[in-house]
């Protein structure tokens, strides 16, 4: 069983950084995928960034693509998203979510069947 643990959000001002983070455990096989996804209060949940752990890639939504960075710790199965120049309307509940397969794309989070409880990102002055 997949469990994944959130850490990282908070409160940052417009330009700000934060680092989130997502502890996975449990896989038993390589070919795993690992999705960040946001959802702000009256909005549908959307897909951020997405790293494809069998060849390494990462896939970035158009609103976030230059400014936010997916990237694994080898030693451990944690998956971070650096997060730069962030603005208000970043802010939302980030989850991380999991599953077996090895997308080439940014994947719905329909798709994901493992999911972390979430962390709250607020960006204002």
């Known amino acids: 069983q997949v469990q994944l643990v959130e850490s990282g959000g908070g409160l940052v001002q417009p330009g700000g950084s934060l680092r989130l983070s997502c502890a996975a455990s449990?896989?038993?096989?390589?070919?795993?995928?690992i999705g960040w996804f946001r959802q702000a209060p009256g909005k549908k949940r959307e897909g951020v960034a997405s790293f494809t752990n069998s060849d390494g890639s990462t896939y970035y939504s158009g609103s976030v693509k230059g400014r936010f960075t997916v990237s694994r710790d080898n030693a451990e199965t944690t998956v971070y998203l650096q997060m730069n120049n962030l603005a208000p309307e970043d802010t939302a509940i980030y989850y991380c979510a999991a599953d077996r397969f090895s997308p080439n794309y940014l994947p719905s989070w329909r798709i994901f069947g493992s999911w972390g409880q979430g962390t709250q990102v607020t960006v204002s002055s």
């Open positions: 449990g896989f038993t096989y390589d070919d795993w995928a």
